[in-house]
C-alpha cells in the first residue's frame, strides 16, 4: 500500500469536463421520453396557480439571441414557481398570420395575385407551420420545458373563432367602425399600418418654397396678382394639392418684390426673405387670416384651382405661416377640410405608384416623381427656392421603409371610448420595471383610433357583411356564427364560401330587402391576432386561466402585445389581461451595435450550444441586467463559461467528497458539528434566502452573483481548510462526518437552487445523489432558509475571525515574496493581540492552525509584550510568520516536528502514525 492509498480522496464519476453540447440533447431526449414537465404538472395539481401567458414569437425563420433571452427567462420564471408551490404549466405559442410569411413566399417565385385565394392562403399556412416546427426544435435545445406538442397558434381555428368573438363583443359594445381618414400606408407592404407598427429613421427631404397665383381674390381684398407662398417638405403630394391653410387668428402681409407681390405670415418675412434670397422688399398690405378665407389660387401646375381656408393648426415657427393642403395625404389636412367638402383625390395605388389622377407621372413611385415635380414647379415659375435636411420619417418597422399618409376607407376600433378604462387599469397592473407603466399609458393616452383593417392576403378576415345598399352588416348573430364555422373549418371558410353560405340560415336584414350580400375582403391587423390570445389561448385551455399572472416580452411590445391586449381585454371585458409586465431589453454585439448580417456581428443561438452548451446560454441570460439593452459576443460567453467551470467544479468536489456518505445514517446534528460547520449552514441558509428573494422579483442577476460569490467564499474558505479533515482523519470519524454533513446538505439544496437556471447541469448532478427519492431535481421542491439556532454573537465573532484570516493570508503572501516560506503548510504563526482578540480566537475554535492552513499558531507573549521585528503590523495586532520547524509529513504535508518519531512509519508525523494504524491494523510499511 502506497501513502496516498490511506488518504479519502474523494472519488466520483462526475466528469470535471462538461461536455454539454453532447450530453444535453440526450438530457432533453430523456426529458421527454420519460415526460418530465408532464410530471410536474401532475404533481402541483390542486396547489394555487401561477400563470405565465407566452407571447407568440413570429414564425419566420430560426430563433435569434434575444428569443433565447426571452423564452429562457421564462422558463427559469416557469421551473422556480413549478419548484415552489404554485401550479404553473407553460403553453408556447406562435404569431403565424401577416406580411412577413408573404413576402418569404413572395421571395420564392409565388405571386399572391396569380394564385386562386385559398391554394395561396394553404401555401402560407405550410410556411407558417414550417417555421413553428423549426422554432419548437431551437426552443426545445435550450432547455425549455413546456407543451410543446400541444402549442397555441394563431392560425388554429379554435384560436381564429376566439378572435372573431373578441371583435364580435367590441363591435357590440360600438367600438368598432369604418371611416375614411388618412392612416399609416406602407406601400413596401401594400397596406395600412397601426401605429405600433411605425418606427422612426432619420431622411433626407427636399424643402420648398412654391408660389400659388392668385385667382379669386373676394372682391378685391387683396391685389390680384398676389402669390401665396407655401412651404412644404412632401413635394410629392403637390399633385393632389387641394387647398392652402392659413390660420383665422394670423396676420398675414403681402410684399412687393421687384415686379411681384407675395403673401406670407408677418411674424416670417423676415426668415422667407433671407431664404428665398430678396435683396430688398416692401409691405404694402397687410391682411387678418379670417379675411382669406375661401379666396382661391391657382394650382401650380395642373389646370384647376386650391381653396383657401381656415385652419388653427397653422403655426407661425417656421415655414411661411400659409400650408399646402393634400387632404388625402395629411391628417390635419383631411380633418380641417371636411367643413370645406374638398374633394379627396386619390393619386396613388398600394404600391405608391402615381394612377390616372396625376397626369404626367402614371406609374412613377412618389419619391421617383419628385424630380418631375420640381421641373413643373420651376418651368412655371412657381419655385422659388429649394434646400435640404435631415429629419424624423416614420417607416414600416417591417419593411424599414417610409410610409405615407392615405385617406382610405378602413375599419376603426375607437380607442376614444374607452381610453380612460384602459389607463386606470395600466394604472392598477404591477409593473416590475416601473417606467413601463408611464410608457404604456402614455402611448394609450396618445393614441389615435386603431386601425384594424389590412389590404393583405394571410390573415383572419374582418366578419363583416355589406347589404345591396353597401351598408356594412355587423350583428351578434352574424359574428357568432362565423366563429362557429371558423371553429369548424378555419377562417379559410370565409374565402371558399359565397356570402349567403356565410350568414345563418334564413338571416334577413334590411339593407338587403333582396337577400344579396357580399362580404369583406380585408383581413384584421395581426396585432388583433395576438391581442386576441388572452380569448384564444387563456380562456380556451382548461390548464390555464384568464387573466395572466404575467406579461413578459421585450421593450417593443410596450406599442405591440402589451399594447394590444390590453386594449381588446379592457374593450370586452373591462379588466386587463395580465397582473404584471416585466420586459427586456434588446440584444446587442459585444460593442454596444445592433446585431446585423450585414455587419457580420451575429451569433446563431444554436452555435453557442454546439460549441458551449445551452447551460452557458443560459446561464449568460441569469447574469445580465435584462432591464435594459444586454451585450454579448463569443469573448462574452466565454468568460461566462469559466464561471460555470467553477460551479461544475466546485459541486465536483462535494459530490467527491460524499461519495462514501450516507445521509440517514451518518448526519451529524445541527448542536454537534464545529463552529467553522455552523457558520458555513448559516451563511448557506442565508443565501437560500437571497436566492430565493432573487427568483421571487425576477433578478436572476442577483440570482447569478449571490451563487457565484457564494461558491467562491466555500471553495477559498471552508472547502479549502477542510481537505485537511476529509482527506486525512478516519473515513468515519466525527470530526470527517461533520464536514460531510455540510458537504451534503449544501450540494442538495445547491443543486435544486440551480435547477431553474441550470437545468442540465442540475439533473446531472442529480443523478450522483443516490440517496434522494425523486428521479429529477426538477420534481423536488424549492429548498427552504433554515431557523438555525445560531446567535448574533457567532456571527460577530466570525465576521472579525474572517477580517483577522485576511490579514494572517498577508502577512503570508509578504513572507512568500521574502522566499521564507513557499506552500502556507510551510509557515508558523504567532500573533501578538489583546486579550479580547485573544479570547475572541479561542472561541472561534481550538485548531486555528487548521482554519489558517499553517503548521503551527500560537498567541505570543502577554498583551504588553511587543512583536519582534519582522512582524506585519495591523491595527490591534502584529502578526509573526516563521518557517515551521520539523519536516514535512508525506501524508497531510504539514511541517510537524514529530515527524520520523515512529520506527515504522518514518515519514509521518505522529497524527498520521495513530490514523493509519487505526484504520490498517496489519500494515507494517509502505511501498516506495
Known amino acids: 500500500m502506497k501513502i496516498k492509498d490511506t488518504l479519502n480522496l474523494g472519488k466520483t464519476e462526475f466528469p470535471m469536463r462538461a461536455g454539454l453540447p453532447t450530453k444535453e440533447p440526450i438530457a432533453q431526449k430523456k426529458w421527454e421520453d420519460e415526460k418530465l414537465y408532464e410530471s410536474r404538472q401532475k404533481l402541483n395539481e390542486g396547489k394555487p396557480s401561477f400563470m405565465l401567458h407566452d407571447g407568440p414569437p413570429y414564425a419566420n425563420g430560426n430563433i435569434h439571441l434575444g428569443h433565447s433571452l426571452n423564452k429562457i427567462s421564462k422558463d427559469i420564471i416557469i421551473r422556480y414557481k413549478s419548484m415552489s408551490g404554485f401550479r404553473s404549466p407553460y403553453v408556447p405559442g406562435w404569431d403565424t398570420h401577416g406580411l412577413p410569411i408573404e413576402q418569404q413566399l413572395a421571395k420564392k417565385g409565388i405571386k399572391r395575385k396569380e394564385l386562386p385565394r385559398t391554394e395561396y ?31 397555441y397558434l394563431t392560425l388554429q381555428p379554435e384560436f381564429e373563432a376566439a378572435q372573431i368573438r373578441v371583435f364580435g363583443a367590441m363591435a357590440e359594445k360600438g367600438y368598432i367602425y369604418r371611416g375614411a381618414k388618412p392612416i399609416y400606408w406602407s406601400p413596401s407592404s401594400e397596406s395600412a399600418l397601426a401605429e405600433a407598427e411605425i418606427e422612426y429613421a432619420d431622411i433626407k427631404s427636399p424643402s420648398l418654397y412654391v408660389a400659388f397665383s392668385v385667382v379669386d381674390n373676394k372682391a378685391d381684398k387683396i391685389p390680384a396678382d398676389t402669390e401665396f407662398i407655401v412651404w412644404t417638405t412632401t413635394v410629392w403630394t403637390f399633385p393632389s394639392n387641394r387647398g392652402i391653410f392659413v390660420n383665422p387668428e394670423v396676420t398675414y402681409v403681402i410684399v412687393q418684390v421687384a415686379d411681384r407681390k407675395f403673401m406670407v405670415a408677418k411674424d416670417l418675412i423676415e426668415d422667407v426673405a433671407a431664404k428665398i434670397g430678396w435683396e430688398s422688399y416692401e409691405v404694402i398690405q397687410e391682411i387678418i387670416g379670417q379675411e382669406l378665407d375661401e379666396m382661391t389660387a391657382k394650382h401650380p401646375f395642373y389646370d384647376r384651382t386650391s381653396l383657401v ?66 421641373k413643373w414647379l420651376e418651368d412655371n415659375d412657381r419655385l422659388l427656392h429649394i434646400d435640404y435636411f435631415m429629419h424624423s420619417y416614420p417607416h414600416d418597422w417591417r419593411t424599414k421603409k417610409p410610409v405615407i399618409y392615405r385617406a382610405l376607407p378602413q375599419w376603426f376600433a375607437s380607442i376614444d371610448k374607452f381610453r380612460s378604462e384602459i389607463l386606470t387599469a395600466v394604472e392598477n397592473v404591477s409593473w416590475v420595471i416601473p417606467w413601463g407603466k408611464t410608457r404604456l399609458y402614455n402611448m394609450v393616452r396618445d393614441r389615435g383610433d386603431w386601425v384594424i383593417s389590412r389590404q393583405r392576403a394571410w390573415g383572419v378576415p374582418l366578419p363583416i357583411f355589406y347589404g345591396e ?89 410596450y406599442r405591440g402585445w402589451f399594447n394590444s391586449s390590453i386594449t381588446t381585454s379592457i374593450a370586452v371585458n373591462g379588466i386587463a389581461p395580465y397582473k404584471s409586465v416585466l420586459s427586456q431589453g434588446f440584444v446587442l454585439d459585444g460593442k454596444g451595435r445592433k446585431m446585423s448580417k450585414s455587419l457580420g456581428n451575429t451569433i446563431v443561438p444554436s452555435d453557442v450550444t454546439k460549441k458551449l452548451g445551452a447551460d452557458i446560454l443560459r446561464l449568460w441570460v441569469a447574469s445580465v441586467d435584462y432591464e435594459s439593452d444586454v451585450r454579448v459576443s463569443m469573448d462574452i460567453l466565454q468568460q461566462v463559461a469559466e464561471q ?16 462514501d456518505f450516507n445521509p440517514i445514517f451518518d448526519s451529524v446534528e445541527f448542536s454537534e458539528l464545529r463552529s467553522a460547520d455552523k457558520y458555513t ?31 467562491t467564499d466555500l471553495s477559498g474558505f471552508y472547502m479549502d481548510f477542510a481537505k485537511d479533515v476529509i482527506y486525512i482523519e478516519p473515513k468515519k470519524s466525527l470530526a470527517r462526518r461533520r464536514m460531510q454533513t455540510v458537504f451534503y446538505q449544501i450540494l ?105 492552513i499553517v503548521s503551527g499558531f500560537e498567541f505570543a507573549g502577554s498583551e504588553n509584550v511587543t512583536a519582534p521585528e519582522g512582524a506585519i503590523r495591523f491595527d490591534g495586532l502584529d502578526i509573526l510568520v516563521d518557517k515551521a520547524p520539523g519536516e514535512v509529513c508525506q501524508r497531510c504535508r504539514r511541517v510537524d516536528e514529530t515527524v520520523g518519531d515512529d520506527h515504522k512509519f518514518t515519514n509521518l508525523c505522529s497524527n498520521c502514525v495513530k490514523i493509519v494504524n487505526a484504520e490498517y491494523p496489519e500494515l507494517d510499511a509502505f511501498e516506495d
Not at 399556412?125 to 420545458?145: C, E, M
Not at 427568483?695 to 442577476?701: A, I, T
Not at 448532478?765 to 439556532?789: G, V
Request: hydrophobic share 35%; with cysteine; charged share 30%.
Open 121 to 151: 392562403l394553404e401555401l402560407c399556412r405550410q410556411f407558417a407551420l414550417d417555421q413553428v416546427n423549426t422554432q419548437r426544435a431551437d426552443f426545445k435545445s435550450l432547455g425549455v420545458l413546456g407543451d410543446w406538442e400541444n402549442p
Open 748 to 852: 442538495v439544496d445547491l443543486t435544486k437552487l440551480i435547477v431553474p437556471i441550470l437545468p442540465h447541469t442540475a439533473e446531472e448532478i442529480w443523478s450522483y445523489l443516490e440517496f434522494e427519492k425523486e428521479k429529477f431535481a426538477y420534481l423536488t421542491e424549492m429548498p427552504q432558509a433554515k431557523n438555525y439556532p445560531v446567535t448574533n454573537e457567532l456571527e460577530e465573532k466570525w465576521s472579525n475571525f474572517m477580517d483577522f484570516r485576511d490579514k494572517v493570508l498577508k502577512a503570508l503572501e509578504k513572507a512568500r515574496e521574502t522566499k521564507l516560506i513557499g506552500r502556507s503548510q510551510e509557515a508558523y504563526v504567532k500573533v501578538y493581540a489583546d486579550q479580547p482578540t485573544k479570547a475572541m480566537l479561542k472561541e472561534i475554535d481550538e485548531n486555528l492552525a487548521q482554519l489558517l
Open 644 to 659: 460555470y467551470k467553477k460551479i461544475r467544479n466546485t459541486t465536483r468536489f462535494l459530490l467527491a467528497n460524499t461519495s
Open 469 to 557: 345598399d353597401g351598408e356594412a352588416i355587423i350583428t351578434k348573430e352574424t359574428t357568432d356564427y362565423i366563429a362557429e364555422l371558423f371553429s369548424e373549418f378555419g377562417s379559410k371558410v370565409w374565402f371558399e364560401r359565397e356570402a349567403k353560405d356565410l350568414l345563418p340560415e334564413g338571416f334577413t336584414n334590411e339593407h338587403s330587402p333582396n337577400g344579396e350580400f357580399t362580404k369583406e375582403n380585408d383581413i384584421m391587423d395581426v396585432w388583433f391576432d395576438s391581442g386576441s390570445s388572452w380569448n384564444g389561448v387563456l380562456n380556451t385551455r382548461p390548464e390555464l386561466s384568464y387573466p395572466a399572472d404575467l406579461y413578459l416580452e421585450g421593450s417593443d411590445q
Open 681 to 711: 449552514l448559516e451563511k448557506f441558509s442565508k443565501l437560500v434566502d437571497k436566492v430565493l428573494k432573487a427568483y421571487e422579483s425576477y433578478s436572476f442577476m442577483t440570482v447569478y452573483k449571490e451563487l457565484t460569490n457564494f461558491l
Open 309 to 374: 381656408m381656415l385652419g388653427d393648426y397653422v403655426e407661425t415657427t417656421s415655414g411661411t405661416g400659409l400650408v399646402h393642403s393634400s387632404p388625402n395625404h395629411g391628417e390635419d389636412d383631411y380633418f380641417y377640410s371636411r367643413k370645406y367638402k374638398i374633394e379627396v383625390i386619390e393619386d396613388l395605388d398600394n404600391q405608391g405608384r402615381f394612377n390616372e389622377n396625376a397626369p404626367g407621372l402614371e406609374g412613377l413611385f412618389y419619391e421617383e416623381a419628385i424630380p418631375t415635380i420640381q
